[in-house]
Structures are given as structure tokens and as C-alpha cells.
């Protein structure tokens, strides 16, 4: 793939996720307006078992589909037939076992009717993500950013639709099912058109080994998404579902708001696969870089969390929200590392290190779980984000650990003194009363020094060397001028 040809497609990418980020955010805002923090918080609830649900039915086939449809593109509809069979047969057992575990846990039947309706929307989001993957592979930018534009539009005028007709919480739910089957209806029609004809067929043996080669990478995404859920579920179940709403709905704006700054680095992974292939020490500078940036684009939104925090909740809510500045912060904070470790997870895979970063990954969950528990029964949301951004610190500490042995990706001796000063401070929280001596550990300490070293970092020589390693002349020029003036 030609240097213009990956720039291309990543001002695609980007350009889709900002229009869907855009029609999420007003989504969200009306959904908790409209629905109240009583009814948000079981459908926040239903979400983050949802994302879980998600994990396991997905199984972490597309990762490979897209690695053999790219090297075989004669023989696409084999392998999206046999891959789109085992998904379904994937989907209905799991959905299945959600509907056998919720009934004999006994949970409440409309949390229960609310859980099985997401948990269908998002099984077939897992086949629809199949098709997408095919259009991926054959270099169909166009048409997959059209999709992830319906994603976000669908559930949007579906939304307005149920505040019309009044509809309730039944009908709220029901939104991201309707929504999901039109995007499916959408990649069926694009993938036939564009690419080859689509039918399922379930073939044992390719399940067999598609899931054999998936296993790995299913422990670390299963890991991961129990990790960035668990606060949500443990405020559910022991602090109720009004809890949930108030903390979750800013929480989920916010996460939404990163994850535009991370299709924006995101766009630049085939770089690495591509520099990886080609020469160790472009990888390995390519790497540094993208370290770096990742800082650095994740501070204003990290600082627009801190700052205006109670404009945030009273926008969405219409009300106040008692603890939201340490909330939001730690939140903010949390899903700053979650991405900084997924961008760390792309590296373990590109070496053929997966099975770190899956021990790695239950290793961390453990110790949320340990933590979760204890820190959510006393203090509510705050003991969730505390638990939170405990376990994806030492998370970070330990990918970063296990990568310096072979990447000259070297923490700054503040931020890391920084980092170790949180764990050292998280015992303080049994014998204190007050918490604002370690929430200012936690949050500003830590933020203090991702600014710093985050702003000291960025070479625009660098980038410069990758852009004439794409052949990228005419804007190399530029950006060494650009430099010779700063």
C-alpha cells in the first residue's frame, strides 16, 4: 500500500468517526435527558455487560479474517461465508447462555428484557463488523466510512422517533436493535454490490481453527472489556441503578471524545505493520513517535474534563452531580491509559507477543476485582474510579515493562516516579478519611507529568524521516522548513 494510499484512507477514517462521535454525542445527551438516571442506568448497565457479551461472541475473528482476505482476494466470499457462519453460531449460543444466567440469577425482568435486547443488537453489530472487515481488506475506505456515518445516524433519528411516540424504556432499549439490524441491511447491500456475494455457511473445521488462533487475543479482549466495565456493573449491583446513570452517562461522553483522538492515531498502524516488515530501526523510531503523540493529544481532553466538569454534568443531566469533578477526572484519566495500553497491545501483537499481553491483562483485571469490591461499597462512583485508574496504572507500568526489553519507548524518570507514588499513596485509602490527598495523586501528579513530558517530545525531524520513507518528498520539504523555523 502506496504512502498516499494509507493517507487517504486515514482522512476517511477520521472523517467518518468525527460524523459518528457527532451524532453519538447528541445521541447520548438526549437518551439521558429523555430516559432519566433511573432508566440510564439499566440501560448503562445492559451496555456494559453488552460490550462483554460483545467480546466473546466476536472471538476475535475479524483481526484474522482481514489478514487472509487481504493476502487471498480471489477467494473472499469463501472465507467471509464460512467466517459470517461461525459468527451466527457464535452469537446464538452466547445469547443463549445471557438468557440461562440471567433467569437463574434472578434478575429483574425489565432489566432483564432490556439486557437480552442489547445483547442481540450487539451480536449481529458482530456480523456486521465481518462484512465491514471485507470491505476493509479490498480497499474500500468510501463505502466502510458511509457505514460507520449510518452507525451513529441510525440510532439518532430512531431516538427521536421513541421521544416522539413516547415509548419508554422498552422502547429506548429497542433503538440499538433496530439500529443495528438497518446496519447490517446496509453492509449486506454495500458488500454485495462491491465486493462478492454473502452467504453463510458453518464449516467445523475453519471454526475450529479460526477460534484455536483466536484463543490468545480472546483472553486479553475478554480481559480488557471486564476491566473498562466493571466500575458500571459494581455500582449496578451494589449501589443501584441511579448511581450508575449519573456516573456512566459522563463517563461514556468522555470515552466518546477520546476515541476521536484515537482513530487519529489509529489511522497510522499500517504504518507500523508496514515499517516493521521493512526495517527494525524505522519501526522502532515510528514507535517513539507515536508514543509521543498519543500524549499529546489526549491532554486537552483530559484538561476539558478537570476544568469544566460541572458544566459537563449539568449539560447532560440538567442537574448536579455531587463528586463529579473527581469523577470525571478520574474517568478521564483512566480511559487516557485504557487507550495508551490498546495502542501497547498493537505492538505485543505486531511482535508475536500476544500471550504477554493476555497474562498482562488478567493479571490487571485481578486486581480491579480485588479492589472494585472494597472501594465501591464504601464510596459509591468515586470507589469505582478509584479502582479504575488504580489497575490500568499498574497495567501500563507492567506493558511498559515487559516492551522495554526490545523498544526504546523509555518513561520519563517524572512520569515514572509519578506513577509509582500512586501505588504507593492507594494503601493511605484505609486509613483516611478524607480522599483529597490521594485523588490529587491520582489525577494532577500524574497529569503534571504527561503534560510536561508529553510537550517536550514531539520532533517534527521525525516525522519528517517517515514521510520520506513513503516517498512523501514534497511534504518532508515542508515539514523540515517548518522545523529550520522553530
Known sequence: MSGRMIIRNSILMYGAELFSKFFQFAFIILLTRYAGVGDYGKIAYALSL????????????NGFLLRDISFRLNRSHEYLSK???????????????????????????????????ISLSFITDTVSGTLRVALIA??????ESFVKITVGLSKLLLLLVAMLLDSGLFGLTSIYALSSIIILAVSVAIVKRKVCPVSASIDVGFARKMMSRSSVLLIAALSSAVMLNLDVLLLSWLRGDIETGLYSAPSRLIMNGLF?????????????????????????????????TIMVLFMPVLLVSLVFHERIVRFIFGTEFVGASYTLGIVSFSLFIHFYIVYY?????????????AIINVFA????????????????????????????????LLCHAFL?????????????????????LLPMLYYMRSLHLVLIALILVPAYALLVFGLRIISISEIAMMLDNLNLTKISGFTRRLHGLL
Open 83 to 117: 467466517s459470517l457462519g461461525t459468527k451466527i453460531l457464535l452469537g446464538a449460543l452466547t445469547l443463549m447462555l445471557v438468557f440461562l444466567s440471567a433467569a437463574g440469577s434472578g434478575m429483574p425482568t425489565d432489566k432483564m428484557i432490556v439486557l437480552l435486547i
Open 260 to 292: 476521536i483522538s484515537e482513530i487519529a492515531v489509529s489511522s497510522v498502524y499500517p504504518f507500523l505493520v508496514a515499517f516493521y516488515r521493512k526495517s527494525r530501526k524505522d519501526f522502532l523510531m515510528l514507535s517513539g513517535l507515536m508514543s509521543k
Open 365 to 396: 483485571l485481578i486486581m480491579q476485582l480485588m479492589l472494585g469490591f472494597w472501594l465501591v461499597s464504601w464510596y459509591g462512583a468515586l470507589g469505582a474510579g478509584i479502582s479504575f485508574i488504580a489497575s490500568y496504572l499498574l497495567f501500563a
Open 138 to 143: 479490498h480497499n474500500r475506505m468510501l463505502e
Open 345 to 357: 497491545g498493537h505492538l505485543y501483537i505486531i511482535q508475536r507477543k500476544a500471550h504477554i499481553f
Open 404 to 424: 522495554r526489553s526490545w523498544a526504546k519507548m523509555r518513561l520519563s524518570g517524572l512520569m515514572a516516579r509519578s506513577l509509582s507514588c500512586v501505588i504507593i
Open 50 to 61: 453488552g460490550w462483554i457479551i460483545l467480546t466473546v461472541a466476536d472471538f476475535g475473528i
